[in-house]
């Protein structure tokens, strides 16, 4: 076979590699780890593309998790980029904290901002991706206008504030909606889903358009994390609808 053909098929494989890495992600969401271990489970999930960290304060939502402390310490001890929740009270104030501490991204939700373009504006110029986050009752479509704004759009498929939720299968038109106005802007925005996400629900999320995948239970509760997040990844790759 001549040296170009070599090349040229090799460049192809490579091309197709990349995105097939890249088309979805997996986030496993440590909420559903073991807290008196959480060094050894980020380290079971080294094949992940992102790891999932859920701050609630007992107030925007009925739970308290963990905050600041915690976080840098993730941040110090993970290889992977850690992708942080806001469930909180005045995010404007508290999400750029976050993003010093080394959030390679951060979501904030809906209703507990004043100002969610000028807080975008803030973390991206701090080189840290702006994410706004949508809860199941609440409508996707007051966000079209402005979501030039945000690299990432967090549709939760469950009710926020605990894990191990149902899936809510009812969300995903509204993931369908959003996608369909990303695709006619031609914006590179993720769409991000959180609940209840397993390889039994992959194919459906993915399907409807969602490329960000944040599965807690599924993981951490499967024997071996590593294979789960692989199964997830499957088959959400298989379904995927860009």
Known sequence: MPMTSLISDSVKSLTFHRIRVMTIQIAPSILSADFC????????????????????????????TLGEPI????????????????????????????ARLGAASVSFHMGATHAPVRLARQLRDMGCKACFAVRPAEPVEPIFDIL???????????????????FLDNQMAKVRRLRDEITRRGLDTRIQVDGGVSPKTAHIVAEAGADVLVAGS????AENPAEAIDSIRDKAEAAFKA
């Open 37 to 64: 271990n959480l060094e050894r489970d980020l380290k079971a999930i080294s094949n992940a593309d992102l790891v999932h960290v859920d701050v609630m304060d007992h107030h925007f939502v009925p739970n308290l």
């Open 71 to 98: 976080v840098a310490r993730i941040c110090q001890v993970t290889d992977l980029p850690v992708d942080v929740h806001l469930m909180i009270e005045d995010p404007d104030r508290w999400a750029p904290e976050y």
């Open 148 to 166: 030039d704004e945000f690299d990432m759009i967090l549709i939760m498929t469950v009710e926020p504030g605990f894990g191990g939720q149902k």
């Open 218 to 221: 599924a993981v951490y509760g």
